[in-house]
């Protein structure tokens, strides 16, 4: 949408001043967007955008003491919202990510957090990817639940490195996921090893190698059972893409965007998909 044709902050809450039943969910984009739209249930109501529907300048960042990116533009909508119409019934809806190892989430009236660290990983169960890896893509494997088990632990490994950048304060340029993996039956394996030393020699933190990945090993330590809570929904998109090629799946699904899309149409089709999803924006 052109800037012309976004909606502004003050056009917003003149919009829920005077329509208090308006429900709508501000979300960072359009794959959250889809999801919601195809997940709810007849009769709902609610009605979600993206953020870059609306003109959130910079100065409203920085009042906000926000960065940009467009978790941060939602996040200063919600405050704008709650101050200047406090019985609003509108949500914004962001990731969790990372922020959630690092300290309380932000609890504005209005800002509402994923149940998990994305979107994505609402879709990160046996019944998603058997439905998505075997029936659809069509690749050939013996046992869904030993592969599943094996994307998980190389998302847990790649998310505990995500963990140790931020903790160290360290800005590094990530190498592509698929040239450290590897197929072993039904197992996927990844040099997590490889893979560390790359990246950061790449962008100039080779120093400190030794500390890095003794900071994301103390992380796998503490990672509970529930792996939707420290697995990445990037990562994820690209592992499975990536499976679908090795384990001699349809090649047409074998892309990210075949995998969102197959997504999209989960998020649809699964009615505990659909549960789980909506109970996120449940007061």
């Not at 960072?28 to 953020?51: C, H, Q, T």
């Not at 003794?214 to 792996?227: L, V």
């Not at 090649?251 to 969102?260: G, L, T, V």
Request: hydrophobic share 40%; glycine share 4%.
């Amino acid at each position: 949408m052109g800037s012309d044709n976004r909606r502004t902050i003050d056009d917003l809450i003149a919009r829920y001043q005077f329509e208090k039943d308006l429900d709508d969910i501000y979300v960072e984009g359009l794959f959250d967007k889809e999801v919601l739209s195809v997940s709810a249930s007849p009769g709902n109501s609610r009605v979600a955008y993206e953020i870059s529907t609306v003109d959130i300048p910079l100065s409203l960042l920085e009042k906000h003491k926000l960065t940009e990116g467009n978790k941060q533009r939602v996040i200063a909508l919600t405050r704008e919202l709650a101050n200047a119409v406090p019985d609003c019934s509108c949500i914004g809806l962001v990731d969790r990510d990372l922020d959630h190892w690092f300290g309380e989430l932000e609890s504005t009236k209005g800002l509402r957090w994923t149940t998990y660290c994305s979107m994505e990983m609402h879709f990160l169960n046996e019944e998603c990817v058997d439905n998505i890896l075997r029936v659809t893509a069509g690749i050939k494997v013996q046992n869904i639940s030993t592969l599943l088990k094996s994307v998980v632990t190389v998302l847990a490994q790649l998310y505990a490195m995500r963990l140790a950048t931020r903790e160290m304060s360290l800005k590094i340029h990530w190498p592509a996921i698929k040239k450290h993996l590897s197929r072993n039956g039904d197992v996927i394996e990844f040099d997590s090893s490889e893979f560390s030393q790359n990246a950061l020699i790449s962008s100039g933190n080779g120093k400190h190698r030794a500390s890095f990945q003794s900071c994301a090993s103390e992380y796998i330590k503490r990672f509970s059972s529930d792996p939707r809570l420290h697995c990445h929904g990037h990562d994820y998109v690209q592992v499975l893409a990536w499976t679908v090629r090795e384990f001699k799946g349809i090649p047409d699904y074998a892309s990210e965007q075949s995998i969102e899309r197959l997504f999209v149409l989960l998020a649809r089709m699964s009615p505990s998909v659909r549960q789980e999803i909506w109970a996120t924006l449940s007061p």
